[in-house]
């Protein structure tokens, strides 16, 4: 079989997968199509990412559907409730602290949990040290950033596909 023969039925099968609805044979999930277990009306936090800039370091989080960002504030303890059941800490240390909640959100899915990044998970830019998720509970979602050195953030979301995005200016 030639090489154009095989390309031209590769480009065929992956057209067919498409027409069909069905995952590419990579696993990518097509933009319209909730992860498994992922209700509508609820974003599902997936995973996150994270960059360095020039001025700024980048965390991304994909999510099944923008979730709403329901507060943030900057700490220098790093201490925070956890559901009425007493202080505890940032595990990664940081100079500061970005706590960020998010109201109808979960890093759950019916099937299990749908965040895939390791819990907390150490960062080595210049300004993120670190990122964990600190809370999951009644739809909201509740991260804490490490921070090195930083002199404001952004917070903003994305679409197509649907995107979370923390700029960390230092």
């Known amino acids: ?11 065929g ?18 933009a319209t199509t909730l992860p498994a277990g992922c209700t509508s009306g609820t974003a599902c936090f997936l995973d996150a990412r994270t960059g360095a800039h020039t001025g700024y370091d980048r965390l991304v989080f994909d999510v099944s559907l923008l979730p709403q960002v329901q507060s943030s504030s900057i700490s220098t303890s790093g201490s925070y409730d956890y559901n009425d059941n007493g202080t505890k800490y940032v595990s990664i240390t940081g100079n500061d602290y970005l706590f960020v909640n998010f109201a109808d959100a979960s890093l759950f899915s019916n099937t299990g949990l749908a965040y895939t990044t390791p819990n907390p998970e150490a960062i080595d830019l210049p300004a993120i040290k670190g990122v964990q998720y ?9 991260f ?14 994305l679409t197509a596909p649907d995107r979370v995005v923390i700029d960390v200016y230092h």
Do not use: K, Q
């Open 1 to 11: 079989m030639s090489a154009r023969t095989r390309t031209l039925l590769g480009t």
């Open 13 to 30: 099968a992956l057209l067919t997968t498409l027409l069909l609805g069905m995952a590419p044979a990579s696993g990518a999930t097509p």
């Open 134 to 142: 600190i809370n999951d509970d009644e739809g909201s979602v509740s």
């Open 144 to 157: 804490a950033l490490s921070l090195n050195s930083y002199t404001s953030y952004d917070i903003f979301t």
